[in-house]
């Protein structure tokens, strides 16, 4: 059982920045990948993902805003989130590549207009 706290949600206008962290309980979370995902009400996405030698993916409508990076060391995974826009309001969940997967809770993110 792997255990994933985020953190770093919140509310903002459109047009600013946060950072959102997911930490995992599991001491070999480095050698997996990680993602985050969002939940809005009306849909789920991908948001992005990174491999445990840094590739990166990224959803088509974050592609340029977000930055989705790692620090194995504190099997930890961080995205940033700039220029923010209102439709990226949602549930931010971070995700343990298995098989099996694991989900963190989720964060809030509101961007305000």
């Known amino acids: 059982q792997v255990q994933l706290v985020e953190s770093g949600g919140g509310s903002v206008q459109a047009g600013g920045s946060l950072r959102l962290s997911c930490a995992a309980s599991?001491?070999?979370?480095?050698?997996?990948?990680m993602g985050w995902y969002r939940q809005a009400p009306d849909k789920r996405e991908f948001v992005a993902s990174i491999t445990s030698d840094g590739t990166t993916k990224y959803g088509d409508s974050v592609k340029g805003r977000f930055t989705i990076s790692r620090d194995n060391a504190k099997n930890t995974v961080y995205l940033q989130m700039n220029s923010l826009k209102p439709e990226d309001t949602a549930v931010y969940h971070c995700?343990?590549?298995?098989?099996?997967?694991?989900w963190g809770q989720g964060t809030q993110v509101t961007v305000s207009s």
């Open positions: 995700i343990w590549y298995g098989p099996p997967n694991f």
């Open positions: 599991d001491q070999t979370s480095s050698i997996n990948s």
